[in-house]
C-alpha cells in the first residue's frame, strides 16, 4: 500500500502465507510500518494465531508455503507456541516469528491490503497494548519509541493502560513506572546505531511516560 515501509521481500513473505487456515494476524512493528503510524521499518514480522495454546500444524504449513513461493526457510527456534523463521531471498532477509496466543484479541482485527492481498492485522489500540506489556520483559528502544509515536497519533494511552493486564496478568502502571524509571534507553538506542534525532527523545518520553503512570495510579 502506499507509503508502506515494508520491504519488498516482507510483501512477498505476507503474500505466500495470506491463505493460511486458520488465519493469523500482523501485529507489532509489521502493522505499524505498513498500516498505521508508518514512522519506521521493521527488522521483523510477528504473525499471531489468537485463542490458540499451540501452532499445531502452522508452522510446518508457513514454512512450506512459503518455500513452494521460492523462498529460502531456515527455522531458528520453535516450541508448541512459538516459532522463528528465517526467510530469504535475492532481496534480503527477514526473520518471521509465529505466536500462538492463548488471550483473545481485545478487538477484532482488521481486514486490509497489503502488496495486493489481503490480511488481518491489529488495530493501533491492540498493539499500544502489546508494547506496554513488552516494555515490562524487555530492554528494547523500538517498544518505547512505537508507544511515543501511538499516542502522540491519538491512540488512548489510559484505556491501553486499563486494557494491558487482560494480556498479561502481572501488569500494572506502577510495576511498569518502576521498570523504566531507571532504564536508559538512549544508551542503547545509540548502540544500535539510531539517529541523534530520535535518540534525543526517548528520555524525555520516558520521564513522562514514568510520570504519567504513577501519577494516574494515585488515589484522588
Known sequence: MAGSRLTA???????????????????????????DTQHRDTRD?????????????????????????????DVLRRSPMFA???????????????????????????SVSI??????????????VNKLTALLGRAEPRDLWDVKVLVERGVDLDRALADAPRKDGGFSPLTLAWVLRD????????????PESIVGELAPFRDWLVDRLTTGARPE
Open 115 to 128: 502488496g495486493g492481498v489481503t490480511i488481518r492485522a491489529d488495530t493501533p489500540h491492540e498493539i499500544l
Open 84 to 110: 522463528e523463521l528465517r526467510v530469504e531471498s535475492s532481496d534480503g532477509v527477514c526473520v518471521v516469528d509465529l505466536v500462538a496466543e492463548p488471550a483473545p484479541a481485545l478487538e477484532e482485527p482488521r
Open 183 to 194: 532504564w536508559q534507553p538512549a544508551l542503547l538506542a545509540h548502540a544500535s546505531g539510531w
Open 45 to 73: 514480522l510477528d504473525l499471531f494465531w489468537r485463542d490458540r495454546r499451540d501452532l499445531g500444524d502452522s508452522a510446518r504449513e508457513a514454512a512450506a508455503a512459503l518455500q513452494t513461493s521460492g523462498l529460502r526457510v
Open 9 to 35: 521481500l516482507q510483501e512477498r513473505i505476507l503474500g505466500a502465507l495470506a491463505d493460511l487456515k486458520p488465519p493469523w494476524t500482523l501485529t507489532g512493528g509489521g502493522a505499524l510500518a505498513a498500516l
